[in-house]
């Protein structure tokens, strides 16, 4: 189910990392609202459009961003319609894997954003969407974070995306660009990666055995797949000229991992009795949860799940 977002209809999007857990999403949801749209990975294409969707609205480019930029605009030029949008996240997104390789880091996360601010510069695309994180605001405020927080390059990941939203407002500045980058809280869903904390409950949950994970004290801001493509529509449609945003997109309410954790258990009729922690005790009081007001008062999104409140349901979690 899609929300009553506007349509897209002439729109023309370009979306690189289209083949990503997010980025597969964001496809599906474009398409369903009317966009044309054109992903760009260098992993295969893995799902196929909305049954109800036109085959000639989509089409996919095989490779580094760096090497088919040439490709990848002639798709956009062979559409009537002038390119509207580039949504940008592709990019390495394990925190990790950046720590234990800083340079493959620069170049997949920072130098990456620069070849997709050119090609918006060079191909007159006024409109450029970023996903960064709520990790720069670190996990010691004690209250919901605002963009107005200090943030701050506390690993190689969180310094790889401050440096490109540094990048992207000197773009914006200098080239009339209208950009927006939107700071996600922990985004959790069907096909969530198994790096994930989501990812790990989900596979566990599937093969029936115990649900261990390393600490279930951590408050975080689980937000589902879904919300996070309602709000990255939201923010494209409300952009009002040129100019950077900063926007959190998040849920704005907390949940520990043990409460993630029981939430997926109760969706697959799960035992509770299975989940446990590998830590003895908590290391220490760990909490991030992103204050979204500003995103609601810009342009009325609001979230439509929450895993403890008023919103839908979260029984589809683990489909």
Same mark, same amino acid.
């Given at each position: 189910?899609?929300?009553?977002?506007?349509?897209?209809?002439?729109?023309?999007?370009?979306? *690189?990392?289209?083949?990503?857990?997010?980025?597969?999403?964001?496809?599906?949801?474009?398409?369903?609202?009317?966009?044309?749209?054109?992903?760009?990975?260098?992993?295969?294409?893995?799902?196929?459009?909305?049954?109800?969707?036109?085959?000639?609205?989509?089409?996919?480019?095989?490779?580094?961003?760096?090497?088919?930029?040439?490709?990848?605009?002639?798709?956009?030029?062979?559409?009537?319609? &002038?390119?509207?949008?580039? #949504?940008?996240?592709?990019? !390495?997104?394990?925190? &990790?894997? @950046?720590?234990?390789?800083?340079?493959?880091?620069?170049?997949?996360?920072?130098?990456?954003?620069?070849?997709?601010?050119?090609?918006?510069?060079?191909?007159?695309?006024?409109?450029?969407? #970023?996903?960064?994180?709520?990790?720069?605001?670190?996990?010691?405020?004690?209250?919901?974070?605002?963009?107005?927080?200090?943030?701050?390059?506390?690993?190689?990941?969180?310094?790889?995306?401050?440096?490109?939203?540094? !990048?992207?407002?000197?773009?914006?500045?200098?080239?009339?660009?209208?950009?927006?980058?939107?700071?996600?809280?922990?985004?959790?869903?069907?096909?969530?990666?198994?790096? *994930? +904390?989501?990812?790990?409950?989900?596979?566990?949950?599937?093969?029936?055995?115990?649900?261990?994970?390393?600490?279930?004290?951590?408050?975080?801001?689980?937000?589902?797949?879904?919300? +996070?493509?309602?709000?990255?529509?939201?923010?494209?449609?409300?952009?009002?000229?040129?100019? @950077?945003?900063?926007?959190?997109?998040?849920?704005?309410?907390?949940?520990?991992? &043990?409460?993630?954790?029981?939430? !997926?258990?109760?969706?697959?009729?799960?035992?509770?009795?299975?989940?446990?922690?590998?830590?003895?005790?908590?290391?220490?009081?760990?909490?991030?949860?992103?204050?979204?007001?500003?995103?609601?008062?810009?342009?009325?999104?609001?979230?439509?799940?929450?895993?403890?409140?008023?919103?839908?349901?979260?029984?589809? !979690?683990?489909?």
């Amino acid at each position: 189910m899609i929300s009553a977002i506007e349509s897209l209809e002439g729109y023309k999007i370009l979306v *690189t990392g289209s083949s990503g857990f997010i980025g597969r999403a964001l496809v599906k949801g474009l398409l369903e609202r009317g966009a044309s749209v054109v992903g760009v990975d260098l992993r295969p294409c893995s799902e196929p459009m909305p049954g109800t969707v036109p085959e000639a609205a989509y089409r996919f480019v095989h490779g580094p961003f760096s090497g088919v930029e040439g490709e990848a605009a002639r798709a956009l030029g062979r559409s009537p319609r &002038r390119p509207a949008a580039v #949504f940008h996240m592709a990019g !390495m997104v394990n925190t &990790r894997s @950046c720590n234990m390789d800083p340079q493959r880091a620069f170049e997949t996360n920072v130098a990456l954003t620069m070849t997709a601010l050119e090609f918006c510069r060079r191909n007159n695309v006024e409109r450029f969407v #970023f996903p960064s994180t709520g990790l720069v605001y670190g996990d010691g405020l004690g209250r919901p974070a605002t963009e107005g927080d200090p943030a701050v390059a506390r690993d190689v990941y969180t310094a790889t995306k401050l440096a490109s939203e540094q !990048m992207i407002r000197g773009y914006a500045s200098s080239y009339g660009l209208a950009a927006v980058t939107a700071r996600l809280s922990n985004v959790y869903g069907p096909g969530s990666p198994p790096d *994930t +904390v989501a990812g790990a409950i989900l596979k566990q949950v599937r093969e029936g055995g115990d649900v261990v994970l390393r600490d279930l004290s951590p408050v975080r801001d689980f937000i589902r797949i879904d919300d +996070v493509v309602d709000g990255l529509v939201a923010l494209l449609v409300s952009m009002d000229g040129p100019g @950077c945003r900063i926007v959190n997109l998040s849920t704005g309410v907390g949940t520990s991992v &043990r409460g993630l954790a029981e939430s !997926m258990c109760r969706a697959a009729s799960v035992p509770l009795k299975r989940i446990r922690s590998a830590a003895s005790q908590p290391r220490r009081i760990s909490s991030l949860v992103l204050d979204n007001s500003l995103l609601v008062q810009r342009t009325g999104w609001r979230p439509r799940y929450l895993l403890n409140g008023d919103a839908q349901s979260t029984t589809e !979690m683990c489909c």
